[in-house]
């Protein structure tokens, strides 16, 4: 017979492992599902400095998400390695169908998150991997000593800006507006740092080269005037960052999860419209999309799907 845990997690970021920690530590029988990387974003993630008690010599957010991971583990949560394509989570029994196999629960928590959105620039696609990423920390190295850009305002495209000029010969900040987004103490480091330089009020059109990225065309946003930017002949190719923000990872549950702008919609108990279904995390519409807010809404969804079934 198929087992049937009591709750099923799907997503192993702060929000997952989170929950996976309360639920077990409760003594249900709990799984947590993960396609990829432990730590969702944080993975991606050089330091995370505003989670409370986060103040540790060396830490990055790979080594915070192994400990989340690890305390999960050590309460009791399975862990699952597949890539779920199906949701049935209408009935008492819910059905998640991966790639490898069936999981059945009496209850879920969608701990999903959200991915990088695209920059929505001509030729994007051809170059991720060739000089264009969304990941400062897994690609950063690469672009040693070269000239690098990131595009956005944002927390995530600023910080990162600070990160990649440890290794860059300059970076720039590439951004729509002329004022940035982010968090007025992020913003400090980066108009400080003598390597990072700002391209106000411009959005990048397309990127180009030849099998590397090594030019983009921008756009002015207020005189609607376009330039290239070419790599410097020595270097060959620069390195582009997008960081614009973030698409929530909900095309499961489409049609079947009430949804406001593509996040799922909860109440303060992170219930969400079908019984037994909960959803914790930066997949959930709310205001505050941080590692505090994701293990805060972590702990409620698993606590109260202990009270969904246990009545
Ligand atoms: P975000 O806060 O949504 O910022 C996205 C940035 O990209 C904005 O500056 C936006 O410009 C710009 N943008 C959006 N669409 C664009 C487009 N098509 N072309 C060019 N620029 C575009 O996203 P985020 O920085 O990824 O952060 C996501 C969430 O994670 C936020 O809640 C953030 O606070 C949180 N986060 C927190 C930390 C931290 O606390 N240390 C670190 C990283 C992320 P406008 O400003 O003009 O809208």
Request: hydrophobic share 40%; charged share 20%.
């Amino acid at each position: 017979m198929e087992k049937v845990y009591d709750v099923l997690i799907l997503g192993a970021g702060p929000a997952g492992l989170t929950a996976g920690l309360y639920a077990g530590r409760s003594g249900l029988s709990a799984g947590i599902l993960e396609q990829g990387q432990d730590g969702g974003q944080i993975a991606n993630t050089m330091a995370v400095e505003n989670y409370p008690g986060q103040c540790l010599d060396g830490e990055s957010g790979t080594s915070l998400a192994a400990r989340m991971a690890a305390q999960a583990e050590q309460f009791g949560a399975a862990r699952i390695q597949d890539t779920i394509q199906a949701a049935e989570l209408q009935g008492q029994i819910k059905r998640l169908t991966g790639l490898q196999g069936e999981y059945l629960a009496r209850a879920v928590i969608i701990a999903t998150g959200a991915s990088p959105r695209p920059i929505g620039c001509k030729n994007e696609a051809e170059f991720v991997g060739k000089g264009l990423s969304y990941c400062a920390t897994c690609d950063g190295p690469l672009f040693r000593n070269r000239a690098v850009y990131v595009v956005g305002g944002g927390d995530a495209a600023v910080e990162e800006a600070v990160y990649l000029a440890k290794f860059a010969r300059e970076v720039t900040v590439i951004h729509r507006r002329d004022r940035l987004r982010a968090a007025k103490s992020i913003q400090e480091r980066a108009f400080q740092h003598p390597r990072i330089r700002f391209l106000w009020d411009t959005v990048v059109e397309a990127v180009d080269g030849d099998g590397v990225l090594s030019a983009m065309t921008v756009r002015n946003t207020k005189t609607g005037e376009r330039r290239s930017i070419a790599a410097s002949p020595a270097d060959g190719l620069f390195g582009l960052f997008g960081y614009v923000g973030l698409l929530p990872n909900t095309a499961l549950f489409q049609g079947v999860l009430n949804l406001e702008n593509g996040y799922l919609v909860t109440d303060g108990r992170m219930k969400t419209n079908l019984p037994g279904v909960f959803a914790a995390g930066d997949v959930r519409a709310k205001s505050l999309r941080q590692v505090v807010t994701a293990t805060a809404d972590g702990a409620i969804a698993a606590v109260e799907a202990e009270k969904y079934l246990h009545g």
